[in-house]
Every structure is written in C-alpha cells, then in structure tokens.
C-alpha cells in the first residue's frame, strides 16, 4: 500500500508540475491543484498509513493512526480552496483586462 | 521595573508629539522635555547607588528559550552615557524648538528624536545583548528618519540612505559577532558576559566576533574606512547633528566598545585594529578637518578626529588609557553639540555656513563668539578648559606605550593629532569671527534670542566648570563608568597641572606651536592640497552600492525574468539536484515498517486515480473535461483518506472538491474552452522530464517516509491520550482543530476570510469601468447552451433538499466533537447547499430570498472565534483555553457542552462566509457579463428573445 500511495503522490506532483510549466493560466491552476492534493496527502502520509484505525477514541479499537497529521491537513486542504479561489480570480482578472490568458503576457 | 520604565519612557514621548502639536510648538517642546527630564529624574534617583559602585538591574523574561530577555542594567558608564543622552537631549530639545522653521514640521521632528533618544537610551542601559542589538538597529532606524528630516532636499534623502547602508550594514556584522559572543558565553546577558574573559579570549571564534563587533562599532563611530557617512549625515538640521552626530550616537560604538572593554581587550589583535584604527582616523579626519570650508563639515570631520581618539584610547588596553577615554567622552559632548548648535546659529544668523563667506562676526555677534571662542579652544586642548585635560591624558598615554619597541612612534603620531587640532579649531576661531568685518555677508548678522544660546550657553558654561574644577565637577562620574569600563575601582586624579615632568606637557606645547605654525602657513598648505587628487567617500559608495545593484538585478534578470515558467522550472530543478545530491552522498537505509498489504477495492480507486491523471495532464487542453477529470482525482483521494482511517479529511476533501469545481466551472465560463497548443515537441519533452524528476524524487521521499517509523517519539499520543480527558472530545482530529492548536485554526479562518475578501475586492476592481468591464459587457453569454436556464426538476429537487442538507450540516457539526465533522465540513455542507440554490434557481432568485451579508458571515466567524478565546481571560486562562461540562436535560439524553464547540461554529461561519463570497463574486462577473437574472426562477416564463 505505501508504494502505491508513494507512486499517487508521484504522479499528482508530476503531473502538477508539467501543467504548471504550461503556458495558458488555466492548465497552472490545474497544476496548482494537483500539487495541493500531492502536498496534502504528503503531509498526510508522513503519519503513516493505518488502514482501519481512525483517531476517534474508542476502547474497542486496537490502536489509532496518527491525528496530527490530519488536523494539518484538514485545514490545508481549505486554505487551498480559498488560494485556489484567489489565484482563479486574479486569471479571470488578467484574461478579461488584456484578453489574453497567457501567463508570461506574451510568446517566450 | 523602573529601568525598563526609563527605556520605555522616550518611547511613550514619542506618542505625545503628534497630540501636542495641535497645542503649538511650545507645547510640543514642552512634552517631549518633560518626558526626557522625568527619565533623566530617575536616572538620577538611581545614581547614588550607582556610584557607591552598585550595578543597579531589571530582569524581565522575554523569550528566556533564545536567550532574549529585556534585561537592563545601570553601572558607570551606562549612568555616563545616559546622562549624556538626557542631558544634551533636553538642552536639543530647548535649542530645536527656537532653531525650527514655522513650515518644518516639528511634531514630526519631536517623534523621531524622541525615538531616536528611546532607542539610544536602550542601548546603554541593556544587560542582555540580543535587547541591545534591537536597540542598536532602532537608533540607525531613527536616525535614517532624522538625517532624512527635510525631505525635499536631495542630500538630505541620500546623507539618510547612505548613514542608514553603512550603520546598518555594521549592525548586521554586529548582530553576527554579539551571536558568536553570546554562543562562547553561554549567556546574552552582560552579567555573565562581562565575567568571562580568559574563556572567550581562548576561544577560536574570538578573532571572527572581535572583527565582527568591531565593524559594527566601527561604522557607527564613523571610523575609518566607514567615516564618509558622517559628513553626508550634516544634511541633517543642526540640532540632529549636534544630537546624533556628535554626542550620542556616533558614540554608540565607542559605548560598546567599552562595555565590552573588559573581555575583548588587551590582546595583541585588538590593540592593532582597535588602536590602529583609531590613531588612523584621528590623523586623518583632522586633516581633511583642516581644509574644509563649511563650518558643519569642520565640525563632522573634527568628530571623526575625536572619534578616533577616544577608539585610540580604548585601543590601548590599559586602564589609565580606558580613564582617558572616559574623560574625553565626556569633554567631547560638551564642547563638540555646543559647536554644533553655535554653527546653526551662525547659519541662522548669516545665511551661510561657508567659511570663506565669514569673517569679521566677533562685534556682531558677540554672545555667539564668546561661546564659540571658548568650546573651539577647548576642541583645541587649551588650559583651563577640559578638552585640554583629556588631551593630556591621551598625550600621557601614548608617551607611554611603546610600539614595536620604540615609544616615540606614538607620542609623535598623537601629538601630530594634538597639532592637526589645534590648527582646525584656530581657523574655525579666527576664520569665522576674527577679522575685519564684511559688507557682503548674505543676511545681516545678529545675535540670536537668548532661548536660542540658552542651550550651548549651559554646555560651555560646563566646558569651563570642567576645566577648572575637574574632580568637584565630573571626577565622580569618571570614577564611576571608568570603573564599570575596566572592572575594577579606580581612584582618578583629574588636574590641568601635572608639574613639569610630565611629557605630556611638552607634548602639548609642541602640538601648541606647530598647530600654530600650520595655520599661519594656511595659503600654502591649502594650495598643496588642493593639487592632490583625493579619493571621494561617496563616489566611491555609490559606485559600490551601484555595482551590487546592478549585479543583484543581473542575477535575478537570469533566474526570475518575470516568466513563471521559466521561474518554477528553474525552481524545481534546483530543488531536485539539491535533493539528488543529498540522496546521492547520504547514507540511504531502508526501513523496517511492516508494510500495510494491499487490498482490492483500493487498489482499483488507485487506478482509477492514476487513470484520472494521466487523462488531466493528456487532454488538458479541454479544458471542461480536464477539470471533470480533477474532480474524479479528488473525488479519489477522498476515498483513500476515507480507507486510511482519516475520516474527517474524507469529508472535507469531498466537500471541497465540490465547490472547487463549481467554481472553476463560473471561471471557465469566462475564458477560452481549449487550450491551444504553443509548446514544440522539445518543449514539451523538456517539461516532461522535468516534471518526471520531480514526481520521482518526491515519490521515492514520500515511500523511504512511510516505511520507517519516525526517528523521534511524535507529539500526537500527547493528543490521542489527552483528547477525552482534556478536551472532552473522542475525535482527535477535531480536539486538536478546535482546542489543543486552536490558535493556529484561529490565524487559518482569518486568513480565508482574508482570501475571501481578496477575491471579492479582485472581482469589484474588474466591475469598475476598464477594459475588463467592457470584455465582460461584449460577452454574448447562452450560445450554445442548453436551452432551459433552471430546469424544473433540478429546482425542485434542490428546494427540497435545501432544509434537508442543512440539517445533514447541523448534524455534522454537533457531532464533530466526537466523531468525524465539525466546523469546517459542516460549513463546506451548508456552503454546498446555498450554492446549489444559486445554480438551479438563479442568482437574482437566490439573492432576494437570502438576506445574508456573507462579509458579515465572515466577520460574524471571526468574532465568535475571538469572543471564545477571549472568553478563558474571565476565567484567567490563556487565550483559547477551553472547558467543557456535561448537561442533562431530562426527556435527553446526557450531553457535553464544550467551548470548543462556540469556537468550532466561529469556524462554521468563517468557512461558510468565505466560500459563499468567493462563489458569489464570480457569479457577480457572470451577472455583468450579460447572464440573464431574474427575481423569479423558472415559474415565470423566460423572455423570448433572451
């Protein structure tokens, strides 16, 4: 299972990565939100994988996996929303006041 | 308490400027004089203790973990300099208030030299040198503000910068040397400092924090090669440069370097650099001293000079030399800000500070001669004044400190000091005011107002009781900080006759003759001057400063041309080479975590993840279907955190991901639906390993992670054991969102209702008339669409699923505490089901039924949030402690009431606010843009021609 959460992370921060170096805002903020997920789950898999043992307290349980790492990522995955809101609008904004949806402003 | 109530006092001054202006000038003055006497008052109240040789001290615990704690302390010298300080700044005060133009600002002025004086007392009276370092770079702070007072004159913008490049710079060099300081100590404090000289003196670092301390000194006392900023900081009004730049802060560095006289001296390399500067400077600023014609820049090179002695001075090593440079600190003060302030009144009275346009001024001004005779004789080293006790002094001490075997070396270089001043100080004298008199001085000279001489009057007058009656007048003080400067207690003898043995007397009586000598031979040497090509201090700063700049911008021009492409590929390549080398020279060993087996069904949402990907990044030029396929990656990862036993994270990224993409969909509405193609194959190919790299080398980071057990014992079985008991909630996730890092969740939903707002003020700015505006006006919206606008059975099946949703979010909310949900989920709920209303009904339909102010909803959150951490001061708990009780109602069962969950719903509304807002803005675009509105959804008929 960690190899396979490994290769997903891999994979979201490549792909993220590859839409970032795009040159049409639209396809960065796609890349953008992939890094997010890869950054969250990251996070989330630095407190180990524990299939089966959430951290709600309970006698019956045989153990729990790590809640930091959650409470982290919790709150990180909405302050991407608000970023990922922010950073669409300031696109919206640059597309419609130059009518061009080029990151660079221009061909490089 | 009360020295930090000293330190804290300019500071408080520094408030009333603002207020008391209104009141007039005077009354100004008057505040900011009182607050400096109140503290020069309790300076005082603390002197007898002081010279009974108690180290008088406040303790008060900052940051005791760095070391940084606001610790002050009052000795001898600290009782020296402050005097010095409150002393000369209440007479500034006196003389700035009648020196001021009407149109200056004076308010202004008051503010920044009472910061300025807060900032300089602070340095003095610190025991803990990290408190002192913020000092220090407080006083180049405000003293950039006042060099930099009259704004509109250029010399005056560029004397501040260039004081503050160099001051500053210094600090930054101090800030490291004080560090390494502190580190071979053991202790920031001076107390433990101050008592550990062999230790560091046998350090290895000894030599980097002795440079280092010494550059910052340096450049703040002007010293050689830093001395340039000083003539260009004259730009300043004269009562800042009689402040500053002659009494006070240019002797920061000589404060310091007698403060830390007792662990950093008497080795061979501080006497080299220390009195080797030193000796330098005085030689060579007394000659440039020399052949200066504006009065200020005598004056500022003559500072240097003297500078440069008092750092001779403690360059020597031995006590008797540390006692003279007491000495002159003191006689310098007086005389050098009594000359300074003579000279602005010289500029007030003529209209010129340009010597050669002088002469003549003795019978018409004669007050202001007097004074000027009798400190500028006193600069010279003239009995019975006390500039020529200290320069005997001097004189002593270098006769009798041999150097590479011979004690003649310095006894001639300081009597050449000795003879360079007397010939700068008889010009200034007779230059100025001897003579015949002028017809064509620029303004008729008088004598200023009696309020205007007041203040240099009272310095001479002590330039004089010094001389005469040295030991009744300033022996005492001398004893005392000479005493706190060497660490043992000395006994002076200060006296103007030191019988005919002494060579100190010769010495001063050669300098006398030769000094005379040199100005009579004034043409010709002047003449032999001006042949010699000088380097200029500030051509060659600028030429520096310059340099750096533009190879600063070169250096970014290469890696941050203003294209983010360019910028995230250099970015990421770095970053993976740097973590390629580390992988590649560190000893990789893998871990021995039992390793969580595969399942099935997980193992096909991982495909179906891996598949979503691979179709995003492949058809991301469609762009409607490359966000669908986002939503299936979320929708994904939702599931897995959901099998990874984080339910709370499940719920919140399915929730988010909904609004994600409905709001993505408002965006794309806006712009283009494909994304053509621009990159070549190379391009592409180039990007693909880059971004491959990367997905590999945080792949191979995430996997070595997650087979390993961490190398250190994690904090969160602290939360797991403690979320009942402490918190009284079994979901731990939520015990840590809402109670044990409540600030951090605090400080995040102000950063999203922060965000939110952003994205509203964006979405105004592009409603205003512009560009944008038009684009969004020409829009022809509803081309191609579907031809029913709110289709009946969406609107219905929303309507009715609104009251349920809510009740699924209350639901959610309430048992957050203890099983997966809370604030953030449920406003992601609520958001979810306003906006569904919003998408099958219309805006205008959602809108007018909906009296909501989603600015207030942010606000609202905040407010509740604040209100419960505020809440546990009542009960005298820290911020945000919470508490939580059991409540029996009795048809229910028995439920816990928490404040945590009053926190959570500040939570709750924050999430709801910022994310409706956020949505609401875009829609506001789509409205403008032409997207048809309507009070009544789909139960009135749509007009035909749309």
């Known amino acids: 299972m960690e190899a396979l959460v490994a290769i997903a992370i891999g994979l979201l921060t490549a792909g993220g990565i590859y839409l970032m170096l795009r040159q049409r805002t639209y396809p960065v903020i796609l890349g953008l939100s992939l890094l997010s997920y890869a950054v969250n789950i990251f996070i989330f898999a630095a407190g180990r994988l524990a299939p089966g043992l959430p951290p709600i307290i309970d006698k019956a349980q045989a153990g729990y996996t790590d809640p930091l790492p959650q409470a982290l990522v919790l709150t ?5 929303f608000g970023m990922t809101a922010v950073i669409v609008l300031m696109a919206l904004g640059s597309f419609l006041s130059s009518g061009d949806d080029r990151v660079d402003g221009g061909a490089e | 308490m009360s020295l930090a109530l000293i330190a804290a006092l300019p500071f408080l001054g520094a408030l009333l400027p603002g207020l008391t202006i209104r009141a007039g000038r005077s009354a100004c003055a008057l505040g900011a004089g009182v607050f400096t006497a109140l503290a020069l008052g309790m300076v005082a109240l603390h002197a007898p203790a002081v010279l009974r040789g108690e180290v008088v001290q406040t303790r008060i615990d900052w940051l005791p973990a760095l070391g940084l704690n606001a610790n002050f302390r009052l000795d001898g010298l600290g009782l020296l300099f402050a005097g010095l300080i409150l002393g000369i700044g209440l007479l500034i005060i006196l003389y700035a208030r009648f020196y001021l133009d009407r149109a200056d600002p004076m308010g202004r002025f008051y503010t920044f030299l009472m910061l300025f004086q807060g900032a300089m007392l602070g340095i003095v009276l610190s025991d803990n040198i990290l408190l002192l370092l913020v000092f220090w770079e407080l006083t180049s702070l405000s003293s950039f503000l006042l060099i930099g007072y009259w704004r509109h004159l250029p010399e005056a913008r560029q004397g501040a910068r260039m004081a503050l490049a160099v001051t500053g710079g210094g600090g930054l060099a101090l800030i490291a040397g004080m560090l390494i300081l502190g580190r ?115 004056l500022a090179y003559s500072t240097v000079s003297h500078l440069g002695l008092i750092t001779f001075l403690l360059g020597i090593g ?40 002088l002469g003549g001024l003795r019978r018409l001004m004669p007050v202001t001669f007097g004074l000027v005779a009798v400190a500028s004789l006193s600069m010279a080293g003239v009995p019975p004044l006390n500039g020529f006790l200290s320069k005997e002094m001097m004189l002593e001490v270098a006769a009798h400190t041999p150097v590479l075997g011979n004690a003649w070396i310095l006894a001639l270089l300081a009597t050449a000091g000795a003879m360079l001043s007397v010939a700068y100080s008889l010009r200034l004298l007779a230059h100025g005011f001897l003579g015949a008199e002028r017809g064509d001085y620029p303004a008729r000279p008088h004598d200023p107002v009696v309020a205007l001489w007041a203040a240099p009057a009272v310095l001479v007058a002590f330039v004089v009781a010094m001389g005469l009656w040295p030991m009744p007048v300033a022996g005492w003080l001398v004893d005392a900080a000479a005493g706190a400067v060497t660490g043992a207690a000395v006994q002076t003898h200060l006296a103007l006759w030191h019988g005919l043995q002494s060579p100190a007397l010769w010495m001063s009586l050669f300098a006398f003759g030769a000094g005379l000598l040199v100005y009579a031979a004034y043409r010709p040497l002047r003449d032999l001057w001006e042949m010699v090509v000088r380097p200029e201090g500030k051509a060659m700063f600028d030429a520096c400063l310059g340099g750096l700049g533009a190879m600063a ?263 957050g505490h203890n099983l997966p949900g ?96 956020a949505l609401f803005s875009l829609a506001r675009l789509a409205q403008r843009g032409g997207d048809r509105v309507q009070a009544r959804a789909f139960d009135a008929p749509l007009p035909e021609d749309h």
């Not at chain 2, 924090?209 to 550059?215: G, H, V």
């Not at chain 2, 029996?888 to 719903?905: K, M, N, Q, S, Y």
Request: hydrophobic fraction near 60%; charged fraction near 10%.
């Open chain 2, 318 to 357: 031995t006590k008797a030399a540390a006692v003279a440079a007491v000495v002159h600190i003191v006689a310098h003060a007086s005389f050098k800000a009594a000359l300074f302030m003579l000279a602005g009144i010289v500029d007030h009275a003529v209209h010129t500070r340009d010597i050669r346009r």
């Open chain 2, 184 to 298: 071979i100590a053991g202790s920031f404090d001076l107390s433990d400092i101050l008592t550990q000289r062999e230790a560091i003196q046998a350090s290895p670092l000894y030599l980097p924090a002795l440079i280092l301390i010494l550059l910052g000194a340096f450049t703040k006392s002007a010293q050689v090669p830093f001395h340039f900023w000083l003539p260009h900081a004259m730009a300043a009004p004269t009562p800042v440069s009689a402040y500053l730049h002659s009494a006070t802060m240019v002797k920061a560095g000589l404060f310091l370097l007698a403060r830390l006289w007792p662990v950093l001296s008497g080795t061979e390399v501080w006497f080299v650099l220390v009195a080797g500067t030193g000796l330098l400077t005085m030689l060579f600023a007394a000659k440039v001293a020399l052949f200066k014609d504006d009065l200020k820049a005598i």
């Open chain 2, 553 to 815: 911008q070169g250096i970014t021009a290469r890696l941050h041309d203003g294209a983010l492409t360019r910028f995230i590929a250099i970015a990421v390549v770095t970053i993976v080479a740097a973590a390629g080398y580390g992988f590649a020279t560190g000893g990789y060993v893998a871990g021995s975590r039992v390793l969580t087996p595969v399942e099935f069904a997980p193992l096909v949402a991982w495909g179906l993840l891996v598949a979503a990907i691979a179709g995003a990044v492949v058809l991301h030029r469609q762009r409607v279907l490359a966000l669908l396929l986002v939503g299936v990656i979320g929708l994904m990862i939702s599931v897995g955190f959901a099998y990874l036993a984080a339910p709370d994270l499940a719920l919140t990224q399915i929730t988010v991901e909904v609004v994600t993409v409905v709001l993505m969909l408002l965006a794309l509405n806006f712009l283009p639906a494909l994304t053509p193609v621009e990159s070549g194959a190379w391009r592409r190919w180039r990007d693909g390993v880059i971004a491959g790299a990367a997905g590999l080398g945080v792949a191979g980071l995430a996997y070595a992670l997650m087979i390993r057990d961490a190398a250190y014992p994690a904090i969160s079985w602290f939360h797991l054991a403690q979320s009942k008991p402490g918190a009284g909630g079994t979901n731990a996730v939520n015990t840590i969102i809402v109670d044990f890092r409540g600030y951090d969740t605090y400080g995040e939903i102000i950063v999203l209702g922060i965000a939110a707002l952003v994205i509203f003020a964006l979405a105004e700015a592009l409603l205003v008339p512009g560009p944008a505006n038009d684009r969004l006006l020409a829009r022809n919206p509803g081309e191609g669409d579907a031809g029913d606008v709110h289709p009946m059975m969406f609107v219905v099946a929303t309507r009715l699923m609104l009251p349920i949703a809510m009740m699924v979010g209350t639901y959610i909310f309430l048992r």
């Open chain 2, 822 to 917: 809370g604030g953030f989920v449920a406003g992601l709920v609520f958001a979810i089901a306003l906006v569904m209303q919003y998408l099958a009904s219309g805006q205008g339909w959602t809108q007018a039924r909906q009296r909501i102010d989603y600015h207030a909803m942010i606000g609202t959150g905040v407010l509740i949030a604040s209100a419960t951490g505020a809440g546990s001061w009542l009960a005298g708990r820290p911020f945000l402690t919470s508490n939580y009780g059991y409540v029996h109602l009795p048809p229910l069962e028995e439920f816990e009431l928490a404040t945590a969950a009053l926190f959570d719903l500040g939570v709750f509304f924050c999430v709801l606010g910022a994310v409706m807002l």
């Open chain 1, 76 to 80: 990180a995955i909405v302050i991407s």
